[in-house]
């Protein structure tokens, strides 16, 4: 296995996150590495692992911009994101969000490709300690 960590993690919005959870770990063999609720208990970001693969999922708030039923994409891991935004939006990147910093401490942005794919970015290595 290779000594770098990974920079692609795809990511998942479920209805019901805890749910999906249970359901990966029963039915594919993934391993929970972390999951946050909120006040609610509503599952609001989760980690999980199938091999040297990992995984982030959540229960998709509909509400927000940018997210839906069954939201998806792919996170990427960069040293520097304000730099790598720059590079997308010169690009014509249709900007879901802009840069911002995270209730975690990391910075990330979210844009869509000229498929509609969402690309999300950002500092924070999933599966490095949840």
């Known amino acids: 296995m290779p000594s ?8 998942f919005g479920y209805r019901d996150a805890a749910a999906a959870i249970e359901w ?13 609720a909120g006040d ?3 599952v609001v970001h989760g980690e999980m692992r199938l091999g040297n693969g990992v995984i982030m999922l959540g229960t ?3 509400r927000l911009p940018g997210h839906g039923r069954g ?5 990427l891991l960069v040293d520097d994101v304000d730099a790598h ?11 879901v969000f802009p840069p911002e910093d995270t209730a975690w ?6 844009v869509r490709d000229p498929e509609g794919y969402k690309w999300s970015v950002g ?3 999933p599966g490095a300690g949840g």
């Open 24 to 36: 990966l770990e029963a039915a594919l063999g993934f391993a929970r590495l972390a999951v946050h």
């Open 85 to 95: 935004f720059a590079r997308a939006a010169a690009a014509g990147a249709d900007v």
């Open 105 to 110: 401490g990391t910075r990330r942005y979210r």
């Open 71 to 75: 939201d998806h994409g792919v996170y």
């Open 4 to 11: 770098d960590p990974p920079t692609l993690y795809p990511y």
């Open 60 to 62: 998709t708030p509909e």
């Open 40 to 42: 609610d208990g509503v």
């Open 123 to 125: 500092g924070y290595q």
